[in-house]
């Protein structure tokens, strides 16, 4: 059983289109967060939920929007797509808020902005 | 000076010898510390958590933290080539929203 799963796993798609990237977990975890990995590896956080709340929003440019409809799932839509959109998005889950707990990650999506 | 700091690599050892991986921090009341492996092309994956003064062994690894330096190791015995990887260190920063702040990687390559 995958325990955080995005989808998709790719997503190759033209500037300034629009476009979702889903997030669900089964941990029963109580946090979840969207990380940017770029191509220099490092891997900054975006968003943080808690209980379907926002917790966290980093500098993040507004084309960015989280959703969580329930403490399970986190999805990120993403308007006006830039070529510096371009990099692998992380999804992750911990049982508590707050940095103290370890973080499951997601498999990633690999976004690709031509 | 960065929250998290590692040597970028890449960090070179022989099939069977010990490596040997270092990490900073900066905030001086950070209480969790979390070694991650993450391989080419895929996602982090927390090999060791480590949240007292001292060592903590599990299987080959082990991390080392001293707090007082503001330093967390992991050491990786009988290195091997599938050991060979980004190694990323990450440690809560406290502010008004609590976060896990990752260092940049150390890249790992061991030569059979």
């Known amino acids: 059983d995958t325990a955080v799963s995005q989808t998709p796993k790719y997503l190759v798609t033209q500037m300034g289109n629009d476009k979702s990237i889903k997030c669900e977990q089964n941990?029963?975890?109580?946090?979840m967060y969207w990380y940017k990995q770029d191509s220099k590896k490092f891997l900054k956080i975006m968003f943080s939920y808690n209980n379907k709340e926002l917790i966290i929003n980093e500098t993040v440019p507004n084309r960015f929007s989280p959703k969580s409809p329930d403490k399970a799932h986190l999805n990120l839509h993403i308007n006006s797509l830039e070529l510096g959109d371009s990099a692998v998005y992380f999804c992750a889950s911990s049982q508590e808020t707050g940095g103290n707990q370890p973080q499951h990650f997601g498999d990633g999506t690999r976004l690709s902005i031509l | 000076q960065k929250e998290v700091e590692q040597n970028s690599g890449p960090l070179s050892v022989p099939e069977g010898a010990i490596a040997s991986l270092n990490c900073t921090y900066s905030d001086r009341v950070s209480q969790s510390f979390f070694w991650y492996r993450q391989y080419s092309g895929k996602s982090p994956e927390l090999i060791m958590s480590?949240?007292?003064?001292g060592d903590k062994e599990d299987g080959r690894f082990t991390a080392q933290l001293n707090k007082a330096s503001q330093y967390v190791s992991l050491l990786i015995r009988d290195s091997q080539p599938s050991d060979s990887a980004t190694y990323l260190c990450?440690?809560?920063?406290?502010?008004?929203?609590?976060?896990?702040?990752f260092g940049t990687g150390t890249l790992l390559a061991v030569q059979p």
């Open positions: 941990l029963g975890h109580d946090t």
């Open positions: 480590i949240y007292s003064n």
């Open positions: 990450a440690a809560p920063r406290r502010g008004a929203t609590n976060k896990l702040i």
